[in-house]
Each structure stands twice: as C-alpha cells, then as structure tokens.
C-alpha cells in the first residue's frame, strides 16, 4: 500500500506510485486544519479544486483533524511537524518563514470588510462617531494569534487581546471591551452561534472597515508535490468558473447585505502584512456603489 508520505512527505510522485495508488482499496485523507462551521467554505473549496485534479489527489478525501479550540499557533506547528497535512488561514511573517504558502485568495477579500458588533446601548455613541474616533477611540477585542492584529495595531487601533476566541463575544457583552471587528464572511454565523446574546449585542449600522487581508492554504515546507497539486487545482476552477459559483452560492446572504449596506467604509493600510501581497480580487462582490478611498477616509 502506498503510504502517506509518498504522496505528503515532499516526495515527487512517480508513475509506479500512481499505479500503486491506483490499486489501493481505500484513499487518503489529508488532515486539514482549522475547522468548524466558520471555516467550511474553505474546505468545500479544496475538495472541489481536488475533485477537479489528477489521481492520486481526485481521490483523496479531507479530514478535520482537529477541534474548533485548536489555536492557529497551534495548527502552525502541527503543519510543521507533518501532523497536519493543510491550513488556511491568514498571512503572517512567522508562517511565511516556516510554512508554505499557495499564493490564491480564499475568500476573494470579503473576510477584509469588517463588520462591527457592539452592544445595544451603544449603538446611538456608535453612530455619532467620526472615523477617526472610530480607529483610534474605540477599543476593540480580539484573537492574539489571528493573521490581522498587526494589520489593526499599525492603523493604530485599541485592541484587547486575548486568548480565547470562543469567549470574544461573551467579553463583549461584559464590558472588558467596545466593539468586535469580524469578516463580512464570518459575523452572522457568529452572531447565530451566539444567539442567547441578542438582547445584548447588535450589528452596528453606520460603519465598516476594509483592508486587504488574503487567506491562503498552507503546507509543511518541502511539500512541493502538495503545494503543486493545490496550485493547479485553483487555478483550474478559477479558470473553469466554479470557483466563483460555489463563492457566490455560499456567501449569497452576506453579498446581499453588502450590496443593501449604506454603511461609511473606512479603508485601512495593509502595509504591516509581510510584503508584497497582491491585493485580492473584490470584483465577485463588491457593489459598484460602494467606493474605497485612501487609507483612514471614508466612503
């Protein structure tokens, strides 16, 4: 039977492997990470780009190894010491340095327009704010390991870190913090998971944020039969159009808020990612009524 790290281990397939594959009576899985109800749409995604590659990748299935509390950090070095095989999430320096990264956007930007939640009895402040009061006067709670806290501290914002994301809105809610700041893509799944808080916490109506914050796949560096197969698998579904069916099937919900959305978006630098990043391509979802002005101005 072949093994794992035939295929996984950085080791170039060669054709006997893929006769040897081909025979084997069971496929195998690639252990992904993170995982969760947030983060399916990026898996949905690789099992369509796999579904449209060579064997033995057509068959491999996914596996969500690990828990929901598995922290980024943590699912950085299990990449590393191969006992995951895949992550997608953000663009870091300490990832570039020791991970490899498929350079095609995920989310196609939409997780870099920020949503803010705040509680109820702060909704009339909120929407009195200037942009300026709402970068630099507000704090702001967040993850400490999550890709873009640098992008928020070199814009100068007020965050509370902390170390549990499953408690973010909990904190809220409790005062230890004035607003969080989550991806178009991820606020109303959180906001259903976190339901028994609706008397207390609101989508605030007035305001957006957006930066450029790109979420790749990653790999354990060295992989470059993985790292290949995932490359030519995006950019077959890019070029093949279902890539942007699928994106737009599942984010139908939050294009439509988007488009409906009168909300003032203030366009924050990216410079603090490391460089260069290519900005994602909006063009799927953004509204032609909706403009990005320069850093810190609003729309």
Do not use: C
């Not at 957006?210 to 796949?217: I, K, L, M, Q, S």
């Not at 093949?240 to 294009?255: C, M, V």
Request: net charge positive; glycine share 6%; proline share 6%.
């Amino acid at each position: 039977m072949l093994r794992r790290r035939d295929l996984l281990g950085g080791l170039a397939l060669a054709p006997a492997a893929s006769a040897v594959y081909a025979s084997t009576p069971s496929s195998i899985a690639l252990r992904v990470f993170p995982s969760g109800s947030a983060v399916d749409f990026r898996w949905d995604v690789l099992r369509l780009a796999l579904a449209s590659s060579p064997e033995p990748w057509r068959s491999m299935r996914i596996e969500e190894a690990g828990a929901e509390a598995v922290t980024q950090g943590r699912t950085e070095l299990l990449l590393q010491d191969g006992q995951a095989d895949i992550g997608a999430f953000g663009i870091t320096a300490q990832r570039m340095a020791h991970l490899r990264p498929i350079r095609i956007d995920l989310l196609k930007g939409l997780i870099g327009l920020r949503v803010l939640v705040v509680r109820r009895d702060d909704l009339d402040r909120f929407s009195r704010m200037t942009d300026e009061e709402i970068l630099h006067k507000v704090r702001y709670g967040t993850h400490q390991q999550w890709a873009d806290v640098p992008i928020m501290q070199g814009n100068g914002m007020q965050l509370e870190l902390v170390s549990s994301a499953g408690k973010l809105y909990q904190m809220l809610a409790t005062g230890r913090f004035e607003a969080l700041s989550r991806g178009a893509n991820e606020v109303f799944a959180e906001m259903r998971l976190n339901a028994e808080l609706a008397p207390q916490l609101a989508i605030e109506p007035t305001h957006t944020l957006y930066y450029d914050y790109p979420v790749w796949y990653w790999v354990r560096r060295g992989n470059e039969p993985l790292a290949q197969a995932l490359e030519a698998g995006l950019r077959s579904i890019l070029r093949d159009g279902s890539f942007r069916e699928l994106f737009l099937e599942k984010h139908k919900a939050e294009i439509d808020f988007v488009r409906k959305s009168r909300r003032r978006v203030i366009r924050l630098s990216s410079a603090a990612l490391p460089q260069p990043v290519e900005p994602p391509d909006t063009s799927w979802w953004w509204p032609s009524t909706l403009s990005l002005n320069p850093v810190g101005k609003r729309s």
